[in-house]
């Protein structure tokens, strides 16, 4: 499928992921920071949940990131060259490395 996409497409997919990922830390940290700072500030069954609230947003976090960053390495193929030849230079620097490994 994004393969089908224009260049400006996928430039601004790339620039979306980039934002997604600078505000992943921003809403985490000021998450879990209040879920602490509610747990710190409640009684203890509530403490309790807020504790396992700032963990979570942590795990989230960190399941939002490795999503983030697996579209970003789908999107971030380049740009500027034809499909054919991005094939053909994908050819020739394999055989490169073949000769590469003969001649060792």
Known sequence: MINSW????????????????????CYASTTTLLALWGANHSPLPMSIIGYFVAWFQIVGATIDLAGQSSIAAQVSVPISCDKHESKKST????????RELVDD
């Open 6 to 25: 224009s260049n400006g497409q996928r430039i601004l997919a790339g620039f979306d992921c980039g934002f997604h990922i600078l505000f992943l830390f």
């Open 91 to 98: 050819k020739i620097t394999t055989k490169a490395k073949r």
